[in-house]
């Protein structure tokens, strides 16, 4: 199972574009990057999952490199409602596969 | 609107007493899980079940039980062998069929101790 590396917390400001990066050097051909977002006292929400090059939805994109062994969550023009815990993990696609949650990332966006 | 519902919202355990955690989906997800976790840390893995009637132990599965006997219910209990069980405790589900696919999380139990 590949491990996650990502920063252990960040500050922004309202307006700003936020990029979290996670690093993943054990990443394996079938494996998926996947983010999950967290507020305090409640439980994690899908954001983004992503294989290659660039996803993009209605909340954030993902840029994932060509070797794949890192990738970025891009945010773009963070709101106070933002601030929270972003999870990256890295989830294989094949049969059952267990999630491991590291301790993500604590975005604070200030006014 | 479909979802997962937890309860209660918190719940206090008296010393060598079990208490039962409740978990129901509507999203008609065969797979479903419960994770733990501490202040500060990430989700550690409990017990989870891809199929009713069946179920398997996580990564931290001691102290703890679950059933599956309905598709849309995975209750866990916490025994009283489980000797720091205060924590936020969360309930998930997803479609099973590929490794990926997301899960679906309930907004969680925080229990303490009294």
């Known amino acids: 199972l590949a491990k996650t590396t990502q920063p252990i917390s960040m500050d922004s400001y309202e307006g700003q574009e936020v990029n979290i990066t996670c690093s993943h050097n054990n990443i394996a051909t079938n494996d998926y990057i996947t983010w999950y977002q967290q507020f305090p006292s409640q439980g994690p929400r899908f954001i983004i999952q992503?294989?290659?090059t660039k996803v993009t939805n209605e909340v954030a994109s993902l840029f994932i490199p060509a070797d794949r062994k890192s990738s970025t969550l891009s945010l773009p023009r963070v709101s106070l409602s933002d601030t929270a815990v972003y999870y990256c993990?890295?989830?294989?696609?094949?049969?059952?596969?267990?999630?491991?949650f590291g301790a993500g990332t604590r975005l604070a966006v200030h006014p | 609107d479909g979802g997962i519902t937890q309860s209660p919202k918190y719940l206090f355990r008296k010393e060598g007493q079990n208490v039962t955690l409740s978990c129901e989906q509507n999203l008609n997800h065969d797979a479903m899980y419960w994770y733990r976790q501490d202040p500060g840390q990430g989700l550690r893995l409990i017990y989870y079940?891809?199929?009713?009637?069946?179920?398997q132990k996580g990564d931290i599965a001691e102290g703890y039980s679950v059933s599956r006997e309905k598709k849309e219910s995975f209750p866990l209990t916490v025994t009283s062998a489980q000797k720091n069980p205060t924590a936020f405790y969360l309930c998930?589900?997803?479609?099973?069929?590929?490794?990926?696919?997301?899960?679906?999380f309930g907004d969680g139990t925080r229990l303490s101790i009294l």
């Open positions: 998930a589900s997803s479609i099973p069929q590929t490794g990926n696919q997301p899960q679906h």
């Open positions: 079940s891809q199929i009713v009637n069946d179920f």
């Open positions: 992503g294989y290659k």
């Open positions: 993990l890295v989830v294989g696609s094949g049969g059952y596969n267990k999630l491991i």
